[in-house]
Every structure is written in C-alpha cells, then in structure tokens.
C-alpha cells in the first residue's frame, strides 16, 4: 500500500461522460444525483461522497460489528460451561441470544460463528482507519476484500433467514451484526464501484458508477433495512417482547 497518488482512472474513463470529479479523492463537484444543487439537502448528499464519510462510516460500523461479535463470543462460551444460562439479551421466547446459540445454525463450522467476526473485522477496521490517513490499497486488494465481505454478507443474511424461518427466534446481538455488515459492505462497495476496482466490464463498470453518482445505492439500502424491519415486525409482532 502507498499514500494515496492522483488517480489515473478519470470518471471519463469508467463512465464515457465529462466530469471535473477525481476517481480518486471522491470530492468531485459535478454530479447528476440527489446531490445537484445548492441546498442543504444537496450538501449532505454531497458529504456521503467525500472519502472522510465513507471510510468513517465503514469504520464506525465495523466497530460495532467487532463489539456483537465479541459479545456473542463471551455469550457462546458461557453457553458451553453451561447450556442452561439466562444471557442478558433472552428478552423473550422470540427475542433470545440463547436460543439462537444453541442451535446447529450458530456453530456451521464447529466453532461459535461470532470467532469469525472477530477475525473479520480487524480487517475492515484497518482498512478504513490507514484509507483516512491518505493510504491507497491496490486495485487487487480491494477487489479481494470486496469478495470475501461479500462472502460473509451472505453468510449473515443465510443466518437471519435460518432465524427467520427455521429457529424461530431472533438475537438482538446477531441482528446489529447483519445491520454492521451491510452498512460495511455498501461503503465498500461505493468505494470499489467509484475507483473502478472491480474488474467489471466496460458497461457494467459504467452502469454501476452512475448509479453510485446518483445515489441509488443509498436509497436501495435503506430500502433494504426498512423491508427487513417491516418483515420482522409483521411475522413476530408483539410476541417480540413477551415472554
């Protein structure tokens, strides 16, 4: 890794179009999303663009993923001494860190799934903390860790939908892990998709960086986390906080 250079990709480059924006810095002054214009609603639009934010929010939420796992560490270790243990997140029947623990779910690969949050995360912390200090990764790098937190959304949304559907039961700390990493991922993948770090083809590479310019990526997440909210309030409802 090396301090971060003027990039050589011009968004001319990835894009086909005319901008005075940098690839690199992620402070261009042209752009034809939410962010066009001069009120306060375009300066905040503007600011989620800017290299600072979205490394600080990859930071912030790899963070707090780093604290979940952790907990659910402690958690399934206290589990293993004694399986009949009351942990502080069993709200309810519905909403219980200790049913999810005791499940085949929670141990896919013969150890508590929380370990691998903890050796994941560093990673991302890392990342993000040496990118706000001006460091710029090799396109390789980046396109490898965007593989293998790709690899491990899935996984997250693969034990939400056993959650869901086959344990029956929620964990507040499994929960704030899946909100973590998918805030990580779309900061990841915002930087990947502007610096053109994906090996996408021409086309794709172009439709994708539009798209990021105009902030689709942020209205689809939010959509994402807003239909999952109302998927688990229609399916549990009240039952979530009683017992």
Same mark, same amino acid.
């Given at each position: /890794?090396?301090?971060? %250079? ?22 261009? $002054? $042209? ?26 929010? /990859? ?6 993923? #780093? ?9 399934? *270790? ?11 997140? +069993? ?9 999810? =623990? ?25 990342? =993000? ?12 790098? /980046? ?20 959650? /869901? ?6 964990? %507040?700390?499994?929960? #704030? ?6 805030? !990580? ?9 502007? +610096?053109?770090? *994906? ?17 689709? +990526?942020?209205? !689809? ?8 909210? !109302? #998927? ?7 039952? #979530?906080?009683?017992?």
């Amino acid at each position: /890794m090396r301090s971060r %250079p003027q990039s050589s990709r011009s968004v001319a480059d990835v894009t086909g179009t005319d901008t005075d924006a940098d690839v690199g810095s992620g402070t261009g $002054t $042209t752009a034809p999303g939410l962010r066009a214009g001069t009120g306060p609603v375009a300066a905040i639009f503007r600011i989620r663009h800017d290299n600072r934010f979205i490394f600080t929010t /990859m930071l912030v939420s790899a963070c707090i993923s #780093l604290v979940a796992s952790f907990v659910l560490s402690v958690d399934a *270790l206290r589990l293993a001494e004694n399986p009949g243990a009351t942990l502080a997140c +069993d709200i309810s029947a519905t909403l219980s860190c200790g049913a999810v =623990a005791q499940s085949w779910q929670a141990q896919l690969f013969g150890f508590p799934n929380a370990f691998l949050g903890l050796i994941a995360e560093p990673v991302v912390i890392t990342i =993000a903390v040496a990118s706000l200090g001006g460091v710029r990764f090799p396109r390789w790098f /980046m396109a490898a860790a965007q593989l293998v937190y790709t690899l491990g959304l899935i996984f997250a949304y693969w034990l939400f939908y056993q959650s /869901m559907v086959e344990i029956g039961a929620l964990c %507040p700390w499994c929960l #704030l892990v899946t909100l973590s990493t998918t805030l !990580v991922f779309t900061s990841l993948t915002h930087v990947n998709v502007r +610096d053109d770090n *994906l090996y996408l083809r021409r086309r794709v590479q172009a439709f994708a960086h539009r798209a990021v310019e105009r902030d689709v +990526d942020l209205v !689809v997440v939010w959509l994402w986390i807003t239909g999952l909210v !109302v #998927l688990i309030a229609v399916k549990y409802g009240p039952a #979530l906080l009683l017992g």
